[in-house]
Every structure is written in C-alpha cells, then in structure tokens.
C-alpha cells in the first residue's frame, strides 16, 4: 500500500512543542498521509480500504483496533485520509513504550524529560 506523506511538523512546531513541554504543557500535530481510496462494487458511496478491509462513509472519522491512526474517507478527491502520532526527537527526552491496543491518540508514545534548568523529570503527551 503506497502513502505519499502530504503534512509533518514543522521546525517551528517542533520548537514550540519544546518550549511548551518545559511548561509541563504539551501540544502537537500528527502526521497526515493519504492514500489512494479504492471503490467497491459492493459498497457503493463509500471509500473501501483494503488493509483494514473497511468500506467507510465519506467524512467520517474510523479508528480501527490494533492501528494507533485515524482514517476519514475523502469522496471528492478519492482518497483516504491517514492520521498517525507524529515522529519527535526532542533533547533530554527518550520514548515511553505505547500500548498498541488503545485507539489514537492514547496510542501514541509519552516522553519523559528532563528540565536543563531544574533537572525535574516530566512526561510530555503527543
């Protein structure tokens, strides 16, 4: 299944999410893709995705089980919308293991951190 990677994080955003993750508030976009959308006779109207084998009404948002994205059928440009937790690398931070079977976004992983200043360790959420 091919994706074309169509949103990420910007440096500013990623600066911003470092800044406010020293104010023990965290914020951040997630990753969009797309994919092609294929249309199944026995579904028409619908987007049909053939990794979760799901026919999806337009416009509305599915959050399989054992996939941490969220995927919304666009009619209008046939394609199926991707959300997914976004990739960071953030200084004195390392990666908490994510429970794959929550739905996203609770999927996606936690940081702890370490505050330069204070030397306080503090979980950021993305």
């Known amino acids: 299944m091919a994706s074309t990677k169509v ?11 470092v800044l406010l993750s020293f104010l023990n508030v965290s914020t951040t976009e997630a990753a969009v893709y797309s994919q ?9 109207g619908k987007c049909f995705d053939k ?14 089980k ?14 199926i919308n991707v959300e ?15 429970n794959p079977a929550w739905t996203f976004p609770k999927c996606c992983p936690q940081f702890k ?5 204070t030397g306080k360790e503090f ?4």
Not at 36 to 44: G, K, S, T, V, W
Not at 51 to 64: C, S, V
Not at 84 to 92: A, N, Q, S, V
């Open 7 to 17: 949103c990420c994080l910007s440096l500013a955003s990623l600066a911003l999410i």
């Open 36 to 44: 092609r959308a294929i249309f199944h006779p026995a579904h028409p």
């Open 51 to 64: 990794f979760t084998k799901r026919a999806m009404l337009p416009n509305k948002e599915y959050r399989p």
């Open 66 to 79: 054992g996939i941490c994205a969220a995927l919304t059928c666009d009619m209008e440009q046939q394609i």
């Open 84 to 98: 997914t937790c976004p990739t960071i690398e953030m200084p004195g931070c390392e990666e908490l293991p994510a």
């Open 113 to 117: 951190c370490t505050d330069f200043k």
């Open 123 to 126: 979980v950021v959420s993305v």
